[in-house]
C-alpha cells in the first residue's frame, strides 16, 4: 500500500519513505516537510515490492526502517538493481554489527540507530544527500577490522 507524497521539493531533497508503524510515518512525514529543501514524494507502509512506486516518485532517497529480514534485503537489492542512482538510509537500527555490515555491502548509504532523534534522521538524509556516509562511530570501527591493527605490508610501509 503506498499513500501518495504531496511534498515534491523540485530544488531539494526528495524522499520517499518506508515505515510499517502508521504513527510513526505520518510522524515522521510531517516533520520531513517541515524541514526546508526536503519533500516527501511518497510514503508506504512496508517494503513489499515497494521498487516500483519508488521508481514512479522520482526520489534520490529512500528512508526506511528496521530492514532485516531476507525479504527486505531483497528490496534492497531490487532498488539497487533497478534504480543504481537511489539513496537508502536506514533508522530505527540496532547495533548489530553483522547486520549493519550485510547492509554497508549492499549499498545502503545511512545507517541510523533506533535512539536516534528526529534531529539525527534528518541529519542523516541531508548528509546522504550531500554524497556523506553517516552510521554510528562504533559501527564504523566494523567497517576497518573491527578496530584491530594489522601487520603493515611493504606496500603500506612505502606510502607513509
Known sequence: MVENGNGSSPSGINVFLIAENRLLRETLARLLQKRAG??????????GSAWKEIAASRCEIVLTDCLTSNRDTSL??????????????????DEDPDVFLKFTFLGVSGYVLKDASAAEIIS?????????A???????????????????????????
Open 76 to 93: 534492497v537489492s531490487e532498488l539497487f538493481e533497478h534504480l543504481p542512482q537511489i539513496k537508502v538510509v536506514l533508522f530505527g537500527m
Open 38 to 47: 526536503i519533500g516527501v514524494v511518497g510514503v508506504s507502509r512496508g517494503a
Open 134 to 160: 553517516p552510521c554510528p562511530p562504533k559501527l564504523c570501527m566494523t567497517l576497518t577490522g573491527r578496530g584491530q591493527r594489522f601487520p603493515a605490508s611493504k606496500a603500506a610501509q612505502n606510502v607513509c
Open 124 to 132: 542523516a538524509v541531508r548528509g546522504v544527500a550531500k554524497g556523506e
